[in-house]
């Protein structure tokens, strides 16, 4: 059974890059498609991109570019950088696998970034 | 603001139907499928319903999910104190390139 694992610092300084990995088990990156989300406190899901088998990304645009995700399948996993980070990046961040429409159906734990001097 | 707009919350007696609606315009739901999470405290979502009205394997049949036009439903029959959660659909958005989720709704039984 596929398991997604998200790890990275918990804290990060405004305006520093925030970066995320998710390790997959239990299968291959070099099938599905792989997102990353993020919830903010008390907030709704917000969708923040995701990268196919083959390496085309697509993130959201309310991220105005700062978003950037990359396949390691050396590693067998995935990850998620944002530049320029303000408190409103602070949220729990999801990643996630894809079916066909964005299906989210395997999903990590979660890890809390927090954004903060 | 969420592009696709929820009810906040919903509620109802044990062994109630009820119905959560996700309202959307062409460019999201109108045009693509549309898929609903549930979501328990402190936990991640889990995937309910997909391609509008498929359930995955494991889901129970209480819940379904119709649409039509720019609207989406979920329903949940039988409700059970067990379906206390939370509950989002999600559909990609043409216009905005992007997916987009909606406010979520609160589900509580009384």
């Known amino acids: 059974q596929m398991q997604l694992q998200e790890s990275g610092p918990g804290l990060v300084k405004p305006a520093e890059t925030l970066s995320l990995n998710c390790a997959v088990s239990?299968?291959?990156?070099?099938?599905?498609?792989w997102n990353w989300l993020r919830q903010s406190p008390g907030r709704a899901l917000e969708w923040v991109g995701h990268i196919s088998a083959s390496g085309n990304t697509k993130t959201s645009p309310s991220l105005k570019s700062r978003a950037a995700i990359s396949l390691d399948m050396s590693k067998n996993q995935f990850s998620l950088k944002v530049t320029s980070v303000t408190a409103a990046d602070t949220a729990i961040y999801y990643c996630a696998r894809s079916l066909a429409d964005d299906a989210f159906d395997v999903w990590g734990q979660g890890t809390m970034v927090t954004v903060s001097s | 603001q969420s592009i696709l707009t929820q009810p906040p919350s919903v509620s109802g007696a044990p062994r109630q139907r009820v119905t959560i609606s996700c309202s959307g315009v062409?460019?999201?739901?109108?045009?693509?499928?549309v898929n609903w999470y549930q979501q328990f405290p402190g936990k991640a979502p889990r995937l309910l319903v997909y391609?509008?009205?498929l359930l995955p394997s494991g889901v129970s049949d209480r819940f379904a999910g119709s649409k039509s036009g720019t609207s989406a439903s979920l329903a949940i029959s039988g409700l059970q104190s067990e379906d206390e959660a939370d509950y989002y659909c999600?559909?990609?958005?043409?216009?905005?390139?992007?997916?987009?989720f909606g406010g979520g709704t609160k589900v509580t039984v009384l």
């Open positions: 999600a559909a990609w958005d043409d216009r905005l390139n992007g997916l987009v």
């Open positions: 391609y509008d009205d």
């Open positions: 062409t460019s999201n739901i109108g045009n693509n499928v």
């Open positions: 239990g299968g291959s990156v070099s099938t599905y498609s």
